[in-house]
């Protein structure tokens, strides 16, 4: 069974940084791509970034690149999605997704396991 757990979120004031983590179970992080992807209240879920199962590819949102960089710890089987200059308009639950269909990210719906989330608030 595949997991993600993600940890890190938590209340930051704007201009602060945060780093999220997401740790894989029961697969390796070379074996599929993980997407990170936050959803505000109200709001549809959006995508942040994807790396490729070797992290040989990676890919940001527009809106998300220069402040967001995603790091990985093979050792410990966990992915980092480093967050600076947060503003409030960040706050939302930030959830890491992979996929069993393919070792390259993928469109949104075929993200087919995801974690359970990790909230990020950003004061104003």
């Known amino acids: 069974q595949l997991q993600l757990v993600e940890s890190g979120g938590g209340l930051v004031q704007s201009g602060g940084s945060l780093r999220l983590s997401c740790t894989a179970h029961g697969f390796s992080l070379d074996d599929y791509p993980i997407g990170w992807f936050r959803q505000a209240p109200g709001k549809e879920r959006e995508a942040i970034s994807c790396?490729?199962?070797?992290?040989?590819?990676?890919n940001y949102a527009d809106s998300m690149k220069g402040r967001f960089t995603l790091s990985r710890d093979n050792a410990k089987n966990t992915l980092y999605l480093q967050m600076n200059s947060l503003k409030p308009e960040d706050t939302a639950v930030y959830y890491c997704a992979t996929t069993s269909h393919s070792r390259w990210c993928v469109p949104f719906s075929l993200y087919n396991y995801w974690g359970q989330g990790t909230q990020v608030t950003v004061s104003s």
């Open positions: 790396t490729s199962s070797t992290g040989d590819t990676t």
